[in-house]
């Protein structure tokens, strides 16, 4: 189990940022400007994530041109954005010499259309090439995450050929871990592993000893389904290619551990109705709205609670001690339904659940509701009785618990499978749905079944 | 955004299971054992994975011995163990054979002490030094990860001789992107990437070419603080070393991938107060108890709100409507608080929150509380003057409203840093305290307010 407790990295990062705002505030940039000097790109990136929006800015200004690329890349896209949003297309172009192709392209999804043409024309003839083959697939497909620097090699060549080819090279592209090879039209046929090439004899053909059991990636696929399966098979860069099967370039596993962590992410944000690429220091003018829409969504609902309630009026009026106990049907009827949700959307975000599982998965939390329904009830109900020296009260709140914690974990896994079924996120109105339910159904149980007794 | 929706690859290993299950139900193992023949060791554990304890037992029985060890070093710890307890030592130690330190440690860490004695005892010396240098760490740590499988060089040699000595090896270990440079006394000196050795003059040295700007990753270091480094340097190996810089083994992000996507599920399961290594198809006799305590310590919570509403009994029993209004002054409190929750405990597991950017993020919390404090409770005003034609409940909802949208801010963002001042997990114990906050500020500031106001 990860600590959160006691991050060290976390604390140091934290540190840093404590001495540089020191710094700021004695108004002596030259000194913040040696700071920064001294850390990586990353760390930079991250005291900037890790700031206010003005100190942001004052922070970007203070950055050593040649590495404000750098920096850039490493951002989320909602503070990239932010800091692009104060630059002209000379400084972004200048920004952009350097970076690899897929990097580029991220950088100009945040742009509008007509900023994006701008600098796209202000680029050379090559790179604009290079990076208008990367825009050509959507952000978030498998063409939006590959990088187009890579070294190719033909099949019929010796490895002696290969390593004096390799040898010719200033560098080759960052973790490179394969070169790839195509045929004459650029089509892909299988993968020499670095590691393969430095043990065998340099007189055998590439063709004796390349992987061909490799199945490349198509440049549509989903980036989610890429993360999976770079997770799945351990990869660490993977061909990507088009429908024709030629070679367009390749994922390495860095880009797509930001899809993982994201994907982690979104089921989180948004069972809160956030959005999981948010930047923690958006400014309030962002940040307000967005919640607006969401608290709007939940006084709906609990409205709808209230009607229900409102219905019985005649009965509380009659008996208040209702109004005191009953919360702790609808709670407790929400407490249990989204640890039902939450491991069923964690599950089908993996995979897991399909129709041949859902069954037995749902008698499980059934089973599993009946039997904390009757604990739970049976201790609630003694305590009400005690409470308020009245069996009836306590009989009526054992059946309505035991009714809401069956009801909930029925919701709790039909909910977000119905949900995808009808191809509404799971992870975003699960929440809200299940609450409305172990809401509505708390209260008329409890209410309802008093209402039928003390009639 | 990941869009949950349309994945074809869970498409894809649902209608596997369904195939597969279709088989098993027709009695046919011959034709089950045929179809696991045909899936690599990594969807044949998805497909564990995703299947209940019984039909789990019968699918491992039909899997070919030879994949085994693969297999069972893909599953998450909860699956493992439960595979690993019909074992006996002996298959346990033919399963090992063949995998690498780190996932034999692994594995082993699964077991109860006196049977991982004897499946020690039982393995080949050299194999058991291996894996007890691994299981000197602790299982959350650097070296608890680590891989002893590497290739080292010495400074001096020249890279012919490298070259010839690696062609020497049948393979080099998987992933490898770097070897590592040592002294005599086997003390961590540098690293040389592949690319580099490939693209250097044969006739230097590795001295003259390799990186010496790495600082390797202590063996005690927190797995989570390692799956950050590997996230920010964008690393694929990393050397580990001991406290007298005695290079130890390798970490690759295969592992640290494993590690990333579990500390993202920590928050989510946390909330719902499950565990992030939690078994989808977990039994029941796993499932329930946990569950069981999570509501028992929510009942006590709920028990508290309701106290708060027995003290004005008398009120509620004077205007009935309040009954019927209040549960929206508490349930809008804890959204809006779950959601300032949420953004803050994601901050902190990213290492973006400390003291210098705590007031900020306050301030904007509260301006953003306040701001959609003031628009929905004025809505809501406006719906009970018209429900109720009672301008008086409207006034006192307004305000109520008003307050715990406040608190709800406040709560949200010092709670869990005020927990892990504390060495709680905010992520853990931060959603109860916040429902515990908003119920009792709501109701307390609604019914208080009418009972002024009515008295």
Chains 1, 2 share one sequence.
Request: glycine share 6%.
């Amino acid at each position: 189990m990860p600590n959160p407790v006691s991050a060290d990295i976390n604390f140091r990062a934290q540190s840093q940022l404590g001495e540089l705002y020191a710094a700021l505030d004695s108004g002596t940039g030259r000194e913040v400007q040696r700071m920064l000097q001294s850390l990586s790109p990353q760390s930079i990136a991250q005291l900037l994530e890790s700031s206010p929006p003005r100190i942001r800015q004052v922070l970007w200004n203070l950055i050593d041109r040649e590495v404000e690329g750098e920096v850039l890349q490493e951002l989320t896209d909602d503070v990239k954005a932010q800091i692009l949003s104060t630059m002209d297309t000379e400084e972004m172009v200048a920004i952009m010499e350097g970076l690899n192709a897929d990097d580029v392209a991220d950088i100009l999804q945040q742009l509008p259309d007509r900023l994006m043409a701008e600098v796209l024309s202000a680029m050379s003839e090559s790179d604009r090439q290079r990076v208008e083959s990367v825009l050509a697939y959507g952000e978030e497909t498998a063409g939006g995450l590959m990088d187009t620097d890579i070294v190719s090699v033909r099949p019929h060549l010796t490895l002696d050929v290969v390593l004096r080819y390799l040898r010719r090279h200033e560098k080759l592209p960052k973790s490179t871990d394969n070169l790839f090879v195509v045929s004459r039209q650029d089509k892909f046929i299988g993968l020499l592993p670095l590691t393969r090439l430095l043990t065998s004899d340099p007189s055998v053909t590439v063709r004796e000893i390349m992987h061909t059991d490799v199945e490349p990636i198509p440049a549509e696929m989903p980036d989610h389904e890429v993360a999976q399966l770079f997770a799945k098979y351990d990869w660490i860069t993977a061909p990507v290619v088009d429908a024709s099967n030629r070679l367009l370039g390749r994922i390495t596993i860095d880009d797509v551990v930001d899809v993982i962590r994201e994907d982690a992410d979104h089921s989180l944000m948004s069972l809160a109705g956030l959005d999981e690429e948010e930047d923690t220091f958006a400014p309030i003018k962002r940040t307000a709205p967005r919640r607006a829409v969401w608290l709007g969504i939940n006084l709906l609902t609990a409205l709808l609670a209230s009607w229900v309630i409102n219905l019985f009026q005649g009965t509380i009026d009659k008996v208040v001690a209702l109004a005191v106990l009953m919360p702790i049907v609808a709670s407790m009827g929400g407490v249990a339904g989204s640890q039902t949700l939450t491991v069923v959307i964690r599950g089908m975000a993996l995979g897991q659940i399909g129709r041949s599982n859902l069954r037995w998965l749902l008698s499980r939390e059934l089973a599993s509701g009946a039997l904390n329904g009757i604990l739970w009830s049976a201790v609630m109900g003694g305590i009400a009785a005690l409470w308020f020296g009245d069996l009836r009260i306590a009989l009526i709140i054992i059946a309505a618990m035991a009714i809401n914690l069956v009801t909930a974990a029925l919701a709790g896994t039909i909910l977000p499978v119905a949900l995808r079924a009808m191809r509404i996120d799971p992870a975003l109105a699960g929440g809200v749905a299940l609450t409305t339910v172990t809401d509505v159904v708390g209260f008329m149980s409890f209410l309802g079944l008093a209402t039928w007794y003390f009639a």
